[in-house]
Protein backbone atom coordinates (compact mmCIF):
# COMPACT_ATOMS: atom_id res chain seq x y z
CA UNK A 1 0.00 0.00 0.00
CA UNK A 2 1.13 3.50 -1.17
CA UNK A 3 -0.05 6.75 0.37
CA UNK A 4 -0.51 10.37 -1.71
CA UNK A 5 2.26 12.75 -1.00
CA UNK A 6 2.10 16.46 -0.75
CA UNK A 7 4.47 18.65 -2.36
CA UNK A 8 6.92 20.84 -0.11
CA UNK A 9 8.58 23.94 -1.49
CA UNK A 10 12.18 22.00 -2.04
CA UNK A 11 9.85 19.76 -4.25
CA UNK A 12 10.47 17.35 -2.07
CA UNK A 13 7.21 14.85 -1.35
CA UNK A 14 5.99 14.67 1.71
CA UNK A 15 3.75 11.16 2.20
CA UNK A 16 0.22 12.55 4.01
CA UNK A 17 0.46 9.39 6.36
CA UNK A 18 2.91 9.47 8.45
CA UNK A 19 3.77 7.08 11.82
CA UNK A 20 3.70 8.75 15.27
CA UNK A 21 6.08 7.78 17.72
CA UNK A 22 5.51 9.75 20.75
CA UNK A 23 5.90 8.12 23.89
CA UNK A 24 7.06 5.22 22.36
CA UNK A 25 10.32 5.17 24.14
CA UNK A 26 13.61 3.11 23.67
CA UNK A 27 12.57 -0.57 22.16
CA UNK A 28 9.29 0.09 22.08
CA UNK A 29 9.18 1.75 19.42
CA UNK A 30 10.91 -1.33 17.46
CA UNK A 31 8.25 -3.36 16.70
CA UNK A 32 5.12 -0.63 15.95
CA UNK A 33 7.37 0.97 13.22
CA UNK A 34 8.72 -2.33 11.71
CA UNK A 35 4.93 -2.60 11.58
CA UNK A 36 4.25 0.44 9.93
CA UNK A 37 7.29 -0.46 7.42
CA UNK A 38 6.04 -2.97 6.60
CA UNK A 39 2.79 -2.21 5.83
CA UNK A 40 3.83 0.93 3.42
CA UNK A 41 4.39 3.68 5.63
CA UNK A 42 7.70 5.76 4.62
CA UNK A 43 7.15 8.57 6.96
CA UNK A 44 8.54 8.51 10.23
CA UNK A 45 7.99 11.24 12.85
CA UNK A 46 10.24 11.76 15.91
CA UNK A 47 11.88 13.89 18.47
CA UNK A 48 14.89 14.08 20.54
CA UNK A 49 12.39 14.31 23.40
CA UNK A 50 10.79 11.04 22.45
CA UNK A 51 13.90 9.28 23.82
CA UNK A 52 13.55 7.22 21.05
CA UNK A 53 15.91 7.89 18.16
CA UNK A 54 18.73 4.93 18.95
CA UNK A 55 16.31 2.27 18.49
CA UNK A 56 14.47 3.80 15.41
CA UNK A 57 17.84 3.79 14.26
CA UNK A 58 18.59 0.37 14.69
CA UNK A 59 15.24 -0.79 12.93
CA UNK A 60 15.64 2.19 9.67
CA UNK A 61 19.17 0.53 9.16
CA UNK A 62 17.88 -2.32 7.85
CA UNK A 63 15.61 -0.04 5.04
CA UNK A 64 16.38 1.53 2.01
CA UNK A 65 17.19 5.19 3.07
CA UNK A 66 15.84 7.36 -0.09
CA UNK A 67 12.56 5.48 0.20
CA UNK A 68 12.05 6.79 4.03
CA UNK A 69 10.95 10.25 5.18
CA UNK A 70 12.58 11.12 8.23
CA UNK A 71 11.30 14.10 10.39
CA UNK A 72 12.89 14.52 13.90
CA UNK A 73 12.87 18.33 16.06
CA UNK A 74 14.90 20.06 17.95
CA UNK A 75 13.86 20.70 21.74
CA UNK A 76 13.02 24.07 23.00
CA UNK A 77 16.04 23.60 25.55
CA UNK A 78 18.41 23.51 22.43
CA UNK A 79 17.40 26.50 20.38
CA UNK A 80 20.51 28.55 20.76
CA UNK A 81 22.81 28.55 17.04
CA UNK A 82 25.73 26.11 18.68
CA UNK A 83 22.90 23.33 20.66
CA UNK A 84 21.04 23.44 17.24
CA UNK A 85 23.97 22.35 15.30
CA UNK A 86 24.55 20.09 18.00
CA UNK A 87 21.20 18.88 18.96
CA UNK A 88 21.25 17.69 15.00
CA UNK A 89 23.96 16.04 14.70
CA UNK A 90 23.28 13.56 17.71
CA UNK A 91 20.01 12.84 15.85
CA UNK A 92 21.70 12.02 12.83
CA UNK A 93 24.00 10.26 14.56
CA UNK A 94 21.59 8.00 16.31
CA UNK A 95 19.23 7.72 13.80
CA UNK A 96 22.18 6.46 11.50
CA UNK A 97 21.67 8.38 8.64
CA UNK A 98 23.55 11.39 6.65
CA UNK A 99 20.37 13.82 6.34
CA UNK A 100 17.11 14.56 7.78
CA UNK A 101 13.72 14.90 5.51
CA UNK A 102 12.30 17.37 7.93
CA UNK A 103 13.38 19.27 10.87
CA UNK A 104 11.28 21.22 13.17
CA UNK A 105 11.64 23.59 16.00
CA UNK A 106 9.70 21.67 19.00
CA UNK A 107 8.33 24.24 20.24
CA UNK A 108 8.41 28.15 20.15
CA UNK A 109 10.71 29.33 23.11
CA UNK A 110 10.37 32.97 23.96
CA UNK A 111 13.68 32.94 26.31
CA UNK A 112 15.36 32.20 22.89
CA UNK A 113 16.23 34.47 19.79
CA UNK A 114 13.80 32.61 16.59
CA UNK A 115 16.24 34.55 14.39
CA UNK A 116 19.18 32.72 16.20
CA UNK A 117 17.37 29.58 15.69
CA UNK A 118 16.38 30.40 12.30
CA UNK A 119 20.19 30.98 11.85
CA UNK A 120 21.34 27.67 12.75
CA UNK A 121 18.32 25.50 10.43
CA UNK A 122 19.70 27.54 7.49
CA UNK A 123 23.57 26.19 8.43
CA UNK A 124 21.91 22.79 8.60
CA UNK A 125 20.03 23.38 5.40
CA UNK A 126 23.16 25.02 3.40
CA UNK A 127 25.52 21.85 4.78
CA UNK A 128 22.83 19.54 3.48
CA UNK A 129 21.96 17.74 7.13
CA UNK A 130 18.47 18.72 7.06
CA UNK A 131 16.38 18.78 3.76
CA UNK A 132 13.42 20.88 4.60
CA UNK A 133 13.11 22.65 7.72
CA UNK A 134 9.95 23.62 9.76
CA UNK A 135 8.28 24.52 13.13
CA UNK A 136 5.77 22.61 15.44
CA UNK A 137 3.11 24.14 17.88
CA UNK A 138 4.18 27.74 16.57
CA UNK A 139 0.81 30.21 16.59
CA UNK A 140 0.47 33.10 14.19
CA UNK A 141 2.19 35.48 15.58
CA UNK A 142 5.10 33.05 16.26
CA UNK A 143 4.77 31.70 12.44
CA UNK A 144 4.96 34.91 10.98
CA UNK A 145 8.13 36.55 13.02
CA UNK A 146 10.24 33.31 12.00
CA UNK A 147 8.92 33.94 8.47
CA UNK A 148 10.52 37.47 8.96
CA UNK A 149 13.72 36.59 10.26
CA UNK A 150 14.66 34.23 7.48
CA UNK A 151 14.97 33.19 3.95
CA UNK A 152 15.02 29.54 4.53
CA UNK A 153 11.25 28.55 3.81
CA UNK A 154 9.44 27.17 6.47
CA UNK A 155 8.07 24.27 4.75
CA UNK A 156 5.60 22.77 7.88
CA UNK A 157 3.98 23.88 10.71
CA UNK A 158 3.14 20.55 13.04
CA UNK A 159 0.07 21.42 15.45
CA UNK A 160 -2.32 20.18 17.22
CA UNK A 161 -5.19 19.28 15.26
CA UNK A 162 -8.62 17.54 15.13
CA UNK A 163 -12.11 18.02 15.16
CA UNK A 164 -11.94 19.46 18.98
CA UNK A 165 -9.38 22.13 17.72
CA UNK A 166 -9.48 23.11 14.37
CA UNK A 167 -7.67 26.48 14.50
CA UNK A 168 -9.03 27.54 11.15
CA UNK A 169 -7.01 30.70 10.72
CA UNK A 170 -4.29 29.19 11.45
CA UNK A 171 -4.87 26.41 8.86
CA UNK A 172 -5.45 28.94 6.46
CA UNK A 173 -2.67 31.05 6.86
CA UNK A 174 -0.28 28.23 6.72
CA UNK A 175 -1.78 27.23 3.63
CA UNK A 176 -1.71 30.26 1.81
CA UNK A 177 1.98 30.68 2.51
CA UNK A 178 3.11 27.00 1.18
CA UNK A 179 3.31 25.89 4.54
CA UNK A 180 2.46 22.50 5.12
CA UNK A 181 0.37 21.39 8.16
CA UNK A 182 0.52 18.20 10.08
CA UNK A 183 -1.64 17.19 12.54
CA UNK A 184 -0.13 16.41 16.08
CA UNK A 185 -2.82 14.10 17.73
CA UNK A 186 -4.46 13.56 14.50
CA UNK A 187 -7.22 11.19 16.79
CA UNK A 188 -7.06 13.80 20.24
CA UNK A 189 -5.20 10.96 21.91
CA UNK A 190 -8.71 8.88 21.30
CA UNK A 191 -11.05 11.54 22.83
CA UNK A 192 -12.72 12.19 19.51
CA UNK A 193 -13.26 8.56 18.58
CA UNK A 194 -16.32 8.33 20.69
CA UNK A 195 -17.93 11.36 19.37
CA UNK A 196 -21.76 10.56 18.23
CA UNK A 197 -21.13 12.15 15.36
CA UNK A 198 -17.72 10.50 14.41
CA UNK A 199 -19.47 6.93 15.58
CA UNK A 200 -22.23 7.63 13.04
CA UNK A 201 -20.31 8.34 10.29
CA UNK A 202 -18.08 5.63 10.32
CA UNK A 203 -21.09 3.53 10.82
CA UNK A 204 -23.01 5.13 7.71
CA UNK A 205 -19.33 4.74 5.67
CA UNK A 206 -18.55 1.10 6.97
CA UNK A 207 -14.92 2.52 8.11
CA UNK A 208 -13.91 2.76 11.71
CA UNK A 209 -14.15 6.06 13.85
CA UNK A 210 -10.15 6.92 13.26
CA UNK A 211 -10.84 6.49 9.61
CA UNK A 212 -13.56 8.92 9.48
CA UNK A 213 -11.11 11.20 11.41
CA UNK A 214 -7.78 11.09 9.77
CA UNK A 215 -10.15 10.93 6.26
CA UNK A 216 -11.36 14.22 7.29
CA UNK A 217 -7.49 15.64 8.19
CA UNK A 218 -6.23 14.96 4.58
CA UNK A 219 -9.32 16.41 2.85
CA UNK A 220 -8.36 19.58 4.63
CA UNK A 221 -4.78 18.73 3.02
CA UNK A 222 -3.55 18.22 6.41
CA UNK A 223 -0.64 15.61 6.68
CA UNK A 224 -1.65 13.04 9.37
CA UNK A 225 0.70 11.43 11.98
CA UNK A 226 -1.45 9.27 14.02
CA UNK A 227 0.57 7.02 16.70
CA UNK A 228 0.07 3.42 17.02
CA UNK A 229 0.62 0.25 18.41
CA UNK A 230 -1.47 -1.81 17.00
CA UNK A 231 -0.75 -3.93 13.85
CA UNK A 232 -4.93 -3.01 13.02
CA UNK A 233 -4.88 0.31 14.33
CA UNK A 234 -1.86 1.12 12.04
CA UNK A 235 -3.28 -0.67 9.08
CA UNK A 236 -6.52 1.32 9.10
CA UNK A 237 -4.87 4.52 10.15
CA UNK A 238 -3.16 4.28 6.59
CA UNK A 239 -6.42 2.87 4.46
CA UNK A 240 -7.69 6.26 3.16
CA UNK A 241 -7.73 6.44 0.24
CA UNK A 242 -10.65 4.86 -1.12
CA UNK A 243 -13.49 6.70 0.22
CA UNK A 244 -14.72 10.37 0.23
CA UNK A 245 -16.71 12.24 2.81
CA UNK A 246 -19.66 13.78 1.31
CA UNK A 247 -19.55 17.40 1.68
CA UNK A 248 -22.41 17.45 4.14
CA UNK A 249 -20.67 15.08 6.29
CA UNK A 250 -17.15 16.62 6.35
CA UNK A 251 -19.14 19.69 7.13
CA UNK A 252 -20.68 18.31 10.20
CA UNK A 253 -17.35 17.29 11.39
CA UNK A 254 -16.36 20.60 10.86
CA UNK A 255 -19.19 21.74 13.47
CA UNK A 256 -17.55 19.90 15.88
CA UNK A 257 -15.09 22.12 16.88
CA UNK A 258 -14.47 23.10 20.51
CA UNK A 259 -11.18 25.32 20.35
CA UNK A 260 -10.16 22.07 22.99
CA UNK A 261 -6.43 20.91 23.04
CA UNK A 262 -5.56 17.67 24.18
CA UNK A 263 -2.12 18.67 24.86
CA UNK A 264 -1.12 22.33 23.09
CA UNK A 265 -2.67 24.36 26.69
CA UNK A 266 -1.46 27.98 25.91
CA UNK A 267 -1.80 28.94 29.43
CA UNK A 268 -0.37 26.40 30.90
CA UNK A 269 1.60 26.69 33.99
CA UNK A 270 5.43 27.39 34.11
CA UNK A 271 5.82 24.63 37.08
CA UNK A 272 5.92 22.54 34.92
CA UNK A 273 8.73 21.84 32.86
CA UNK A 274 8.03 22.00 28.65
CA UNK A 275 10.52 20.26 27.04
CA UNK A 276 13.02 21.45 28.93
CA UNK A 277 12.56 25.14 28.08
CA UNK A 278 12.16 26.15 32.23
CA UNK A 279 15.98 25.11 32.07
N1 LIG B 1 4.94 18.35 17.75
C1 LIG B 1 4.40 18.03 18.90
O1 LIG B 1 4.55 18.73 19.92
C2 LIG B 1 3.57 16.80 18.97
C3 LIG B 1 2.64 16.66 20.00
C4 LIG B 1 1.85 15.52 20.00
C5 LIG B 1 2.01 14.57 18.99
N2 LIG B 1 2.94 14.74 18.01
C6 LIG B 1 3.15 13.73 16.93
O2 LIG B 1 1.88 13.26 16.51
C7 LIG B 1 1.82 11.85 16.77
C8 LIG B 1 0.39 11.45 17.13
O3 LIG B 1 -0.07 12.11 18.28
P1 LIG B 1 -0.29 11.36 19.68
O4 LIG B 1 0.66 10.24 19.74
O5 LIG B 1 -0.19 12.40 20.72
O6 LIG B 1 -1.81 10.90 19.65
P2 LIG B 1 -2.89 10.31 18.59
O7 LIG B 1 -2.22 9.74 17.39
O8 LIG B 1 -3.93 11.34 18.41
O9 LIG B 1 -3.52 9.14 19.45
C9 LIG B 1 -2.79 8.00 19.82
C10 LIG B 1 -3.76 7.05 20.49
O10 LIG B 1 -4.75 6.63 19.53
C11 LIG B 1 -4.88 5.22 19.54
N3 LIG B 1 -5.19 4.81 18.17
C12 LIG B 1 -4.39 4.94 17.07
N4 LIG B 1 -5.03 4.46 15.97
C13 LIG B 1 -6.25 4.04 16.37
C14 LIG B 1 -7.33 3.45 15.69
N5 LIG B 1 -7.29 3.22 14.38
N6 LIG B 1 -8.44 3.12 16.42
C15 LIG B 1 -8.48 3.35 17.76
N7 LIG B 1 -7.47 3.91 18.46
C16 LIG B 1 -6.35 4.25 17.77
C17 LIG B 1 -3.54 4.70 20.03
O11 LIG B 1 -3.72 3.47 20.69
P3 LIG B 1 -3.15 2.06 20.07
O12 LIG B 1 -1.67 2.07 20.23
O13 LIG B 1 -3.85 1.04 20.87
O14 LIG B 1 -3.58 2.02 18.63
C18 LIG B 1 -3.12 5.78 21.02
O15 LIG B 1 -3.68 5.54 22.29
C19 LIG B 1 2.81 11.64 17.90
O16 LIG B 1 3.14 10.27 18.08
C20 LIG B 1 3.93 12.53 17.46
O17 LIG B 1 4.68 11.90 16.43
C21 LIG B 1 3.71 15.84 17.99
Not at 38 to 45: A, E, L, N
Not at 187 to 213: F, G, K, M, N
Not at 252 to 266: A, G, K
Amino acid sequence: MTVPTTTLPSDDELPVVGKGTYELEGETVQEPVEMALDVGYTHIDTAEGYMNEPSLGEVLADHDRDELFLTSKVLAKHLNYESVIEAAKTTLEDLQTDYLDLYLIHWPNPAISVRETMDAMATLEEQELVRNVGVSNFDLYQLSAAQHVTDVPIAVNQIEFHPYLQRPELVEYCQENDIVVEAAAPLARTEVLDDPVIEELAEEYDRTPAQIVLRWAVEKDVVVLPRSTSRKHIEQNFDLFDFELEADDHARIDDLDRDEPVYDDRARSWDDDVWGMAE
